[in-house]
């Protein structure tokens, strides 16, 4: 499964194999401890590029800082939302044991609060190092050996978690037969609410020299007849922006680490499920972007 980092109590913590990092939740320990959970309401986060060095810089940009603003923005909200979802390049570059050290003290104020924070992986990120430095017990009873997958059932829609690193630090991504299979699957199995799917790299069809997923057509000829798909959730560009392909939602988060672009907005999205869309909001880290607290509502295709 893609690595979940379940909510925990601060003694749990404490006494785990992370407790370097207590300090950091001093701030937090007692911040949204006992406020109401909104079953509609998550955290969308992606490219974080979180470095072992708290004080690392890329492009002009602190990522530990970043996202450390983007926790307390979510500590800070009068409802916690049911769940964070993390979108891969939760490493720096190249996927180091000391990036995810950091990234799990980093999260220890979200996880006390208590909320759930789930990860999928990205072309900057490596699995087993993950699993080393982050993981209390690596889980045996995943669906599969070799891809971290995940299914998240809530109220009004089901979140379906993909892998598509294909190897670390190179830019393309891949999901590979076994893992559309499995995905055919679980879709088949939850057709009676909207689908809504969560994989790092961009689509790209019909190119043989993709930066993006390498299988795009592979996918879609997959999801495009399970009426119930209502939306394609990806980072890797950097770059906020919406569109459809034939009524599937295609949207870009954007990154909390750094843009490249100077002129693209830092920060998360708030998604808010309905019974037959959702609505987005953009969060920046800058509130002064012109793109901060812009509004996207979605409408899901008919079934």
């Known amino acids: 499964m893609p690595i979940s980092l379940p909510a925990c109590s601060r003694r749990r913590f404490l006494q785990g194999s992370l407790a370097a990092g ?6 937090h320990r007692s911040v949204a401890a006992d406020q109401p959970v909104d079953a509609d309401s998550w955290a969308l986060l992606a490219d974080i ?6 004080a690392e810089i890329a492009r002009q940009m602190n990522m530990a800082a970043n996202l450390e603003r983007v926790g307390g923005e979510l500590l800070a909200l009068p409802q916690r939302p049911a769940g ?5 390049d939760c490493a720096y570059l190249q996927g180091k044991e000391g ?14 609060a208590g909320l759930p924070v789930h990860l999928a992986l990205g072309n900057h990120d490596h699995r087993e190092r993950f699993w080393n430095a982050a993981v209390e017990k690596k889980n045996e009873s995943a669906p599969l050996a070799s891809k971290h997958v995940l299914v998240i059932e809530s109220p009004k829609a089901n979140w379906f978690l993909l892998d598509s690193l294909r190897a670390t630090n190179v830019t393309p991504g891949e999901l590979g037969q076994q893992q559309r299979d499995w995905l ?8 009676d609410k909207p689908a809504l799917i969560v994989a790092h790299h961009n689509l790209d069809p019909g190119n043989p020299k993709t930066t993006g997923l390498t ?4 996918l879609f000829s997959l ?12 980072g890797h560009t950097h770059h906020w922006q919406q569109s459809e392909r034939e009524g599937v939602h295609l949207i870009n988060l954007p990154p909390v680490a750094y843009p490249f672009r100077a002129a693209d907005p830092v920060g998360w999205v708030q998604c808010q499920l ?6 987005l909001e953009l969060r920046s880290i800058d509130e002064k972007h012109s793109a901060h607290g812009q509004k996207v509502e979605l409408a899901w295709r008919a079934a």
Do not use: M
């Not at 207590?22 to 701030?27: E, P, W, Y």
């Not at 590029?49 to 708290?54: L, M, P, Q, S, T």
């Not at 299988?215 to 592979?218: L, Q």
């Not at 999801?223 to 990806?234: D, E, N, S």
């Open 184 to 191: 055919a699957r679980e879709l088949d199995a939850r057709s």
């Open 215 to 218: 299988d795009t057509d592979a």
């Open 22 to 27: 207590a300090a950091l939740l001093t701030d």
């Open 84 to 88: 964070v979802l993390i979108n891969g």
């Open 274 to 279: 309905g019974d037959d869309g959702a609505r």
């Open 223 to 234: 999801l495009l007849p399970r009426r119930h798909v209502k939306a394609y959730i990806y």
């Open 99 to 112: 990036d995810y050290r950091t990234l799990v003290e980093l999260l220890a104020p979200l996880r006390t």
């Open 49 to 54: 590029h979180i470095a072992e060095n708290r």
